[in-house]
């Protein structure tokens, strides 16, 4: 494969199927095929596909039989048939295997059952939500035969960290749905929270949601252009033409400003192939810099009635080189102060017309090539033509010469465009003499030349308009034994599918063969979704011309349950046993998949807010409807509702349509047209028996450009679906008019983003829902699906909008949340929809009691209100259908969870208006976060634990303490946060690639052995094994030992190769691993045997933090015994026992070692037998210190880590691990609690290698004591200097067998007090117990191994915070790197950039600087960006972004920024970054944490354009020894005329 030619420059990269068949045909089996799906079900039928000689086929696990399949035709031997397996309900998901028998020859293929007693559809009400939010989720229980199932279902959620935070079982009702409403607390981890659903004999569910502080947007923009592609060959200018729109979820439009940018985007090489254009080579990948695109142009334009059209002139100068043009319309709201945007593309075509070809995927050899050909013209142009087909042939083993003249097919012109499939016929220059199929595998350069001179290769495929090329394509030969061939129609007489009544879908398709086919009886074998749906016999009907045979083929099936993916059809045929085949795929008939009818609709389209609405809801009688409404604004956000649906049911119920196939080497089928064709039915690969070497086959004549591998981690993951309930109450404020205006009926203080989330049972076909709305000025649709007991699911759809709003409302435009002290700026907005101005509207602000401000003009200091603090009114005037906004800068005194802001507007009494609302504004505390953690093991308490909580809480900033007290039953308590973050793929060097491998091994037995080992985790896990295990064979040396660079070092190490022994022996329990392979490897380590048996040091270790203490003689030979041992019990392999045995005899001789090696050497010599497993444990026992073993290592990390000499942890981890196997494994129980004590924070402990240790000696000791739990925890805080007399209680929590891996927690009440936490605990069981203390500090302490600054510009270099910044951040080593931190900085690292209050960062211009694929991805969470980085460069790395404003906020707090390594948490470093510095045009230095200072500036008023009014005051005030503004600005304006209602073309927009 490494020599196949690049033949066509201009083709496409591998047709996937001649390269399939190619692969196959290399490399098959003799006759025997077998084609199963990759994943069966218990409880449901699954099918295989075989060839004729197979006779019968067995579901097995070992010896067991656990299901035999029936032929779908067995009264036919003598075709290929589909094998139907009914796998029973109760068997276990599990790696089984299908075993074809034919004769005494066999054929296996391995499939994973998982559970499919019915199937499990998750669904939430929104897939964004803020801390302190619930998620409202819906978990739908279905049948195979989409029938409700009532059942125990266990939904569980996990945190960011991978922590198990809540777990509830619940029953499904009788419409088979389960509603949990999930608590999100206000103080957690932000990020993605990942929610599983699971019953017994189902297929699991599980979806991702998002916990972070936003706000709602509150308009929609859209880019409205003439047409999709403008045509600019020969253009002087261009024209960029069209209108950006804006409009309120509530269906008005936005007047203000939109700033248009316009950037190109530059060509990339296209070729036509099979399915259509796809991009040339992978060196042809655009550039990140060329992916964003360079600006062309900015334009500032003005909304007019929600609208504003541009036309921007370019110039062919720069336009030159582009393939299309990227437009971003950013549109600013004066009325609220908020802005938003949209993209739209514009394509370039520099030809006339734009081509659209698909192409067959191969030629046979006697049969027709087809192509299906569109031409359309670019933009607004006409076709001017004429357009032909070219078409060359060449012939000869590589394809290197001519066949013949071209030939030339006219295309039609008509309606101004071609549309037409064209069938172009092969020269037939082939004879016998010349054109030798299959080459023998001897034949030598020359004779394959002269044996395959006029063999055609390939047809090179022109479009041409006129002389002109419009496009081109390569059509590759496919490779038949016989050098007969069978071809479907694919274009000329495309298949067709269409649905009865009866769901029976017939299916037609033309077939050409070099067979006379006439009257001969074929086979067709369907799939759908990866699975087999049907397989019989079929007669060809039909006629030979100029030798060629071309028929009709029709049959029908049932096919059960479909989605929307195509059918893939496959067809073959036999004469004389010669075979031929070929697939197409068929688009799915639209056939209705519900089997009643289901609706939801309001029995209005606009109301006021609080009003009474009607939902109307029809269904089948006996039926229960379950509704869903949400705030068009969350669709806004990005947040897509994600409602379940007949979609995401088959989708639950079928699964995802199959990757390309896989194929199994040393196969070489007869019939390999077959092959190919169950291998895209199925897309697993077609499995035989071995064979001899085949002889030398013939190349596809098109180059071979590899497919594209998709990483785990690029899979999409689901956005989960629906839910939401609310009701509001009214409220009166006052009881008649203030100064002749309206009075206040009702504050608005209902806001929810999920309004409806109910289910409705129907009676008699019809139900009405009585509601009443919100309180939010938005718009609302409502989704809803039903259930019946007995005929199963509808999908309702969605509904029309229901438009929520008033004549005048009030409203308030705040940040998500601000820093203590800081002094943001809170919008007001007064909105009038009526056609008359409103004068004199008075308007009332109360501020909470921890907010400050000085009210400044139009507003005056009111009369206070209980309650509450300051308190402003005004007099104002509001145009009609209009505005009026102001702003006020407050300063919150006090953290909190939610301080008020109400705000009022009461209209002349005449008039009859009035509005008033309440919002909460989130504070945070100032400062750098600090964390510390307490762990401590319990197991059958009986006594009370104390546990003095850290100063640092007695001196955070103010509102900063935080402490919580969890408890967990699993041993390894918050340690299961960074499993997930152990599994990695290996990568790197020899050692590094061993580093990754490793924790894959360990953490997968850990998960395994406590039953928690899923089928996504398992399989990423045994993926990640396998790269690894490929991965380092690079690094394999001749004799079969290991080194760091393999080859390149002058010889293998011991140490490296010995620790390769050990993982790939425990990894066999997940994956193959070749004996040869380990046998090769043992017998390199025995050649490093001495006579009295130590082992001999050869070769370098680059990391040698792998090797723990195993650093002098006795340790190396004590870790080589350890893994010869470990390779003798895993395989057959008695000389590595041997071996191993005899080092334990001299181990046994040697004296005065540290207690590290001690320990290892008596490891050693149990593994080898060479000492008892008492013996070993006795003498390990006489080693401890105390609870645990110290190394007697001094410690080299820095005080920063908080943390015990890594070797202490090793050493008690191996201590652990003899113990536990004996007799005396309570023994091991003090040692557990100290190991455990030892975490961090985040449950690791000073670096990746003890972390394995100590996670393999934690998973023995656990599974030793698994057995059931029942411990309930009373749990008390005492403030520092009280007694515990006065100790407050914080709560109780029980850890017991139902819930003993969920983290439960309890919050103390007044952290701020330090002193002590007590948990009096009584029981029986294991668990484990952490308190957890933050707080926030001003400055940092102590220095950190790693550094981290970030700095702010703005793009006119001005100074301050503006609209847009340029942020900098840079993070390195802070020390010279060693060989010792240099593996340290290989490994993922996150570096976190502070955000100052008011702003976001625009993710899509995040950029590290110098390097291509250094960022993984980025998050962006409240307060900071997130940037994921492959590695930490030793010299460092500049990420650069644009920070945009959203909220105006001043005297803006301290941020902090940091990076960190992310296995190794501790390993870190932070920077507390204030405004004067950040925006200082100074180096990056690490600065203090003081205050910013704002500047003052002075009063100005000024008359708009339109006749508007604007004034803005500010107030100096005096805050300690700052000079403060407190203080607001107010205008108002008369823009034009609010749009009735939504553009249709907008609303359509959002119904799609």
Same mark, same amino acid.
């Given at each position: 494969l490494q020599h196949l030619p690049c033949l066509c420059p201009q083709s496409p990269p591998g047709q996937a199927i001649a390269m399939r068949a190619f692969l196959l045909m290399l490399c098959g089996s003799l006759g025997l095929q077998l084609s199963c799906p990759a994943t069966m079900s218990s409880g449901r039928s699954s099918s295989c596909y075989a060839s004729q000689e197979i006779t019968g086929l067995t579901l097995t696990q070992g010896e067991t039989v656990i299901a035999t399949a029936v032929a779908s035709d067995p009264a036919n031997a003598?075709?290929?048939?589909?094998?139907?397996?009914?796998?029973?309900?109760?068997?276990?998901?599990?790696?089984?295997?299908?075993?074809?028998?034919?004769?005494?020859?066999?054929? $296996?293929?391995?499939?994973?059952?998982?559970?499919?007693?019915?199937?499990?559809?998750l669904g939430t009400d929104k897939a964004k939500y803020k801390p302190g939010q619930d998620i409202l989720t819906r978990v739908l229980c279905l049948s195979t035969e989409l029938?409700?199932?009532?059942?125990?279902?266990?939904?569980?959620?996990?945190?960011?960290?991978?922590?198990?935070?809540?777990?509830?079982?619940?029953?499904?009702?009788?419409?088979?749905?389960?509603?949990?409403?999930?608590?999100?607390?206000?103080?957690?981890?932000?990020?993605?929270?990942?929610?599983?659903?699971?019953?017994?004999?189902?297929?699991?569910?599980?979806?991702?949601?998002?916990?972070?502080?936003?706000?709602?947007?509150?308009?929609?923009?859209?880019?409205?252009?003439?047409?999709?592609?403008?045509?600019?060959?020969?253009?002087?200018t261009l024209k960029v033409t069209g209108v950006i729109s804006a409009i309120y979820t509530y269906g008005e439009p936005v007047p203000g400003s939109a700033l248009l940018e316009i950037s190109g985007v530059p060509k990339v090489t296209q070729w036509f192939g099979w399915g259509g254009p796809m991009m040339m080579g992978g060196d042809m990948e655009p550039t990140p810099e060329e992916e964003s695109g360079r600006?062309?142009?900015?334009?500032?334009?003005?909304?007019?009635?929600?609208?504003?059209?541009?036309?921007?002139?370019?110039?062919?100068?720069?336009?030159?080189?582009?393939?299309?043009?990227?437009?971003?319309?950013?549109?600013?709201?004066?009325?609220?102060? @908020?802005?938003?945007?949209?993209?739209?593309?514009?394509?370039?075509?520099?030809?006339?017309?734009?081509?659209?070809?698909?192409?067959?995927?191969?030629?046979?050899?006697?049969?027709?090539?087809?192509?299906?050909?569109?031409?359309?013209?670019?933009?607004?142009?006409?076709l001017s033509g004429p357009y032909t087909v070219k078409t060359q042939w060449y012939q000869g083993e590589y394809g290197s010469n001519t066949a013949g003249e071209p030939i030339t097919t006219a295309l039609t012109l008509a309606d101004g465009m071609v549309d037409e499939a064209v069938s172009i016929a092969a020269p037939d220059t082939e004879t016998s003499t010349c054109c030798v199929a299959r080459v023998a595998a001897d034949a030598t350069w020359e004779q394959r030349q002269e044996q395959r001179s006029c063999c055609l290769a390939r047809a090179q495929i022109q479009v041409l308009a006129g002389d002109r090329e419009v496009g081109s394509a390569c059509v590759g030969r496919g490779f038949t034994v016989s050098g007969q061939g069978l071809a479907v129609s694919k274009y000329v007489n495309a298949p067709t599918a269409t649905a009865a009544?009866?769901?029976?879908?017939?299916?037609?398709?033309?077939?050409?063969? @070099?067979?006379?086919?006439?009257?001969?009886?074929?086979?067709?074998?369907?799939?759908?979704?990866?699975?087999?749906?049907?397989?019989?016999?079929?007669?060809?009907?039909?006629?030979?011309?100029? +030798?060629?045979?071309?028929?009709?083929?029709?049959?029908?099936?049932?096919?059960?349950?479909?989605?929307?993916?195509?059918?893939?059809?496959?067809?073959?045929?036999? $004469?004389?046993?010669?075979?031929?085949?070929?697939w197409a795929e068929v688009a799915v008939p639209a056939a209705a998949s519900t089997t009643f009818d289901t609706s939801a609709a309001w029995n209005t389209s606009e109301c006021r807010p609080n009003d009474p609405v009607g939902l109307g809801v029809e269904s089948k009688a006996g039926s229960k409807v379950f509704l869903l409404a949400v705030d068009k604004a969350v669709e806004l956000l990005g947040a897509k509702v994600a409602a379940i649906t007949s979609g995401s049911v088959m989708s639950a119920l079928l699964g995802q349509d199959p990757a390309p196939a896989t194929f199994t080497p040393r196969m070489c089928p007869v019939d390999i047209e077959v092959t190919a064709m169950l291998t895209m039915l199925h897309g697993t690969a077609v499995h035989g028996p071995s064979s001899e070497p085949c002889p030398t086959t013939f190349n596809n004549g098109c180059p071979s450009w590899g497919e594209q591998v998709f990483d785990d981690d690029m899979v999409m993951e689901m956005a989960p679906g629906m839910a939401g309930d609310g009701a509001a109450e009214d409220r009166a404020e006052g009881g008649g008019s203030a100064g002749g205006s309206t009075a206040i009926k009702r504050v608005r203080t209902f806001f929810p983003e999920t309004w409806v989330h109910e289910g409705v049972e129907i009676a008699d076909g019809e139900a009405t829902v009585d509601l009443r709305a919100p309180d939010s000025i938005t718009s609302w649709r409502v989704a809803s699906f039903a259930t019946h007991p007995e005929d199963g699911f509808s999908d309702g759809g969605v509904s029309d909008w229901l438009v929520v709003k008033k004549n005048m409302f009030a409203s308030l435009s705040m940040p998500a949340f601000v820093v203590h002290q800081e002094l943001p700026t809170i919008t007001l907005t007064i909105q009038n929809l009526l056609d008359q101005p409103l004068t004199q509207v008075l308007v009332t602000c109360r501020l909470d009691e921890g907010f400050a401000t000085n009210w400044t003009s139009p507003f005056s200091s009111s009369d206070p209100v209980a309650g509450w603090g300051p308190v402003g009114t005004a007099r104002v005037d509001v145009p009609a259908k209009g505005f009026w906004t102001g702003s006020i800068r407050v300063q919150p005194t006090q953290v909190s969870a939610g301080l008020r802001v109400y705000l009022s507007a009461q209209a002349d009494a005449a008039v009859g208006e009035s509005d008033a609302l309440q919002r909460m504004l989130l504070v945070k505390p100032a400062g750098k976060r600090v964390e510390k953690a307490q762990t401590r093991m319990l197991q059958d308490p009986s006594e009370a634990i104390t546990l003095d909580l850290p100063?640092?809480?007695?001196?955070?900033?103010?509102?900063?303490?935080?402490?919580?007290?969890?408890?967990?039953?699993?041993?390894?308590?918050?340690?299961?946060?960074?499993?997930?973050?152990?599994?990695?793929?290996?990568?790197?060097?020899?050692?590094? @690639?061993?580093?990754?491998?490793?924790?894959?091994?360990?953490?997968?037995?850990?998960?395994?052995?406590?039953?928690?080992?899923?089928?996504?985790?398992?399989?990423?896990?045994?993926?990640?094994?396998?790269?690894?295990?490929?991965?380092?064979?690079?690094?394999?040396?001749?004799?079969?030992?290991?080194?760091?660079?393999?080859?390149?070092?002058?010889?293998?190490?011991?140490?490296?190769?010995?620790?390769?022994?050990k993982v790939f022996s425990e990894a066999a329990q997940f994956v193959t691993i070749d004996a040869a392979l380990i046998e090769a490897a043992t017998t390199f380590l025995i050649t490093q045997q001495t006579d009295a048996g130590s082992f001999t040091k050869l070769g370098r270790v680059i990391h040698e933090d792998m090797m723990g203490g195993a650093t002098d003689a006795t340790g190396?030979?004590?870790?080589?015994?350890?893994?010869?041992?470990?390779?003798?019990?895993?395989?057959?392999?008695?000389?590595?026992?041997?071996?191993?045995?005899?080092?334990?005899?001299?181990?046994? $001789?040697?004296?005065?070692?540290?207690?590290?090696?001690?320990?290892?050497?008596?490891?050693?010599?149990?593994?080898?037998?060479?000492?008892?497993?008492?013996?070993?444990?006795?003498?390990?026992?006489?080693?401890? @210190?105390?609870?645990?073993?110290?190394?007697?290592?001094?410690?080299?990390?820095?005080s920063y880590y908080n943390m015990p000499a890594?070797?202490?942890?090793?050493?008690?981890?191996?201590?652990?691990?003899?113990?536990?196997?004996?007799?005396?494994?309570?023994?091991?129980?003090?040692?557990?609690?100290?190991?455990?004590?030892?975490?961090?924070?985040?449950?690791?402990?000073?670096?990746?290698?003890?972390?394995?240790?100590?996670?393999?000696?934690?998973?023995?000791?656990?599974?030793?004591?698994?057995?059931?739990?029942?411990?309930?925890?009373?749990?008390?805080?005492?403030?520092?200097?009280?007694?515990?007399?006065?100790?407050?209680?914080?709560?109780?929590?029980?850890?017991?067998?139902?819930?003993?891996?969920?983290?439960?927690?309890?919050?103390?009440?007044?952290?701020?007090?330090?002193?002590?936490?007590?948990?009096?605990?009584? +029981?029986?069981?294991?668990?484990?117990?952490?308190?957890?203390?933050?707080?926030?500090?001003?400055?940092?302490?102590?220095?950190?191994?790693?550094?981290?600054?970030?700095?702010?510009?703005?793009?006119?270099?001005?100074?301050?915070? $503006?609209?847009?910044?340029?942020?900098?951040?840079?993070?390195?080593?802070?020390?010279?790197?060693?060989?010792?931190?240099?593996?340290?900085?290989?490994?993922?690292?996150?570096?976190?950039?502070?955000?100052?209050?008011?702003?976001?960062?625009?993710?899509?211009t995040v950029v590290a600087e110098g390097y291509e694929k250094l960022v993984m991805r980025t998050e962006q969470s409240s307060g900071s960006l997130e940037v994921y980085l492959d590695s930490l460069p030793e010299g460092g790395v500049c990420v650069a972004f644009v920070a945009q404003r959203d909220h105006m906020v001043e005297m803006v707090q301290p941020v902090a920024s940091a990076v960190f390594d992310y296995y190794e948490p501790s390993r870190r470093g932070e920077e507390v970054l204030n405004l004067a510095v950040a925006t200082a045009a100074t180096s990056p230095a690490t600065t203090s944490a003081s205050p910013s200072t704002t500047v003052v500036s002075e009063s100005t008023s000024e008359a708009g354009s339109d006749g508007s009014t604007s004034v803005e005051s500010e107030l100096t005030t005096t805050n300690s020894s700052e000079s403060t503004t407190l203080g607001g600005s107010v205008s108002s304006s008369g823009a034009g005329r609010f749009m009735p209602a939504v553009a249709a073309a907008v609303l359509w927009r959002f119904l799609l």
């Open positions: 003598d075709a290929p048939r589909l094998f139907e397996f009914a796998i029973p309900s109760d068997t276990a998901p599990n790696q089984y295997m299908v075993t074809g028998t034919a004769g005494s020859d066999q054929v $296996q293929v391995q499939v994973q059952v998982v559970a499919g007693g019915g199937v499990l559809v029938k409700p199932v009532v059942t125990d279902v266990t939904v569980s959620v996990k945190n960011p960290e991978d922590l198990k935070i809540f777990q509830v079982v619940q029953q499904t009702d009788v419409y088979g749905v389960a509603v949990v409403s999930i608590p999100v607390a206000t103080e957690t981890a932000q990020g993605g929270y990942t929610i599983s659903a699971s019953a017994a004999g189902a297929v699991d569910a599980e979806g991702v949601v998002t916990v972070e502080q936003y706000v709602l947007p509150k308009f929609e923009v859209t880019i409205d252009q003439p047409q999709e592609t403008v045509m600019v060959q020969g253009v002087d600006q062309l142009a900015s334009v500032q334009l003005t909304m007019q009635e929600g609208k504003a059209e541009f036309e921007v002139e370019l110039s062919s100068g720069d336009i030159s080189g582009l393939a299309s043009l990227v437009l971003v319309a950013n549109v600013s709201d004066p009325a609220t102060g @908020t802005r938003q945007s949209a993209s739209a593309d514009l394509g370039l075509s520099w030809t006339e017309e734009e081509l659209e070809m698909e192409v067959d995927p191969e030629f046979k050899i006697g049969l027709p090539v087809e192509a299906k050909i569109k031409i359309t013209p670019a933009g607004s142009g006409t009544a009866d769901g029976a879908v017939t299916v037609q398709m033309k077939v050409l063969s @070099t067979l006379d086919l006439t009257g001969t009886q074929g086979h067709v074998a369907v799939s759908a979704g990866g699975q087999p749906r049907f397989a019989g016999a079929v007669e060809f009907t039909g006629a030979v011309t100029d +030798g060629v045979f071309a028929g009709d083929v029709e049959f029908s099936f049932q096919p059960g349950l479909l989605t929307s993916a195509p059918l893939r059809v496959g067809i073959s045929a036999a $004469q004389d046993r010669v075979a031929v085949a070929d100063d640092g809480l007695t001196t955070g900033t103010p509102g900063s303490p935080f402490v919580r007290v969890s408890l967990v039953g699993d041993i390894l308590g918050s340690a299961l946060s960074n499993l997930e973050g152990l599994v990695q793929v290996p990568t790197g060097c020899g050692e590094q @690639t061993m580093i990754g491998l490793a924790p894959n091994v360990y953490v997968g037995a850990y998960l395994q052995s406590r039953g928690r080992l899923g089928t996504d985790l398992q399989a990423r896990i045994v993926r990640n094994i396998n790269v690894g295990v490929q991965r380092e064979l690079m690094y394999r040396h001749s004799n079969g030992g290991f080194s760091a660079f393999g080859t390149q070092d002058p010889s293998a190490s011991t140490w490296l190769t010995a620790y390769v022994v190396l030979t004590a870790f080589v015994s350890l893994a010869l041992s470990t390779a003798a019990a895993s395989f057959d392999l008695p000389a590595a026992g041997t071996a191993a045995t005899k080092a334990a005899g001299w181990l046994a $001789q040697q004296e005065g070692a540290q207690v590290y090696t001690k320990l290892i050497s008596i490891r050693a010599q149990a593994a080898a037998g060479a000492m008892t497993v008492e013996d070993a444990a006795t003498a390990a026992l006489a080693l401890r @210190t105390g609870d645990h073993w110290s190394s007697a290592q001094v410690s080299t990390q820095p890594t070797l202490d942890v090793e050493a008690t981890a191996y201590g652990m691990l003899i113990v536990v196997p004996s007799s005396q494994s309570g023994e091991a129980v003090p040692s557990a609690r100290w190991l455990v004590s030892q975490q961090n924070d985040r449950g690791g402990f000073a670096s990746t290698q003890d972390t394995v240790v100590a996670l393999e000696a934690l998973s023995a000791l656990a599974t030793k004591l698994a057995g059931s739990s029942a411990i309930t925890c009373d749990i008390a805080h005492l403030a520092s200097g009280e007694d515990w007399t006065t100790a407050v209680a914080v709560g109780s929590i029980t850890v017991n067998d139902d819930n003993f891996d969920v983290v439960q927690s309890a919050d103390v009440a007044a952290p701020e007090g330090g002193g002590k936490v007590r948990l009096d605990c009584s +029981g029986t069981g294991v668990a484990v117990a952490t308190v957890a203390a933050k707080w926030n500090v001003d400055a940092q302490d102590e220095p950190e191994p790693l550094q981290v600054t970030a700095r702010w510009a703005s793009d006119d270099g001005g100074d301050g915070l $503006q609209e847009t910044m340029q942020v900098r951040a840079c993070a390195s080593p802070r020390e010279e790197v060693t060989e010792e931190t240099r593996n340290l900085l290989a490994g993922y690292h996150i570096l976190s950039v502070g955000l100052f209050s008011g702003y976001s960062a625009r993710e899509s």
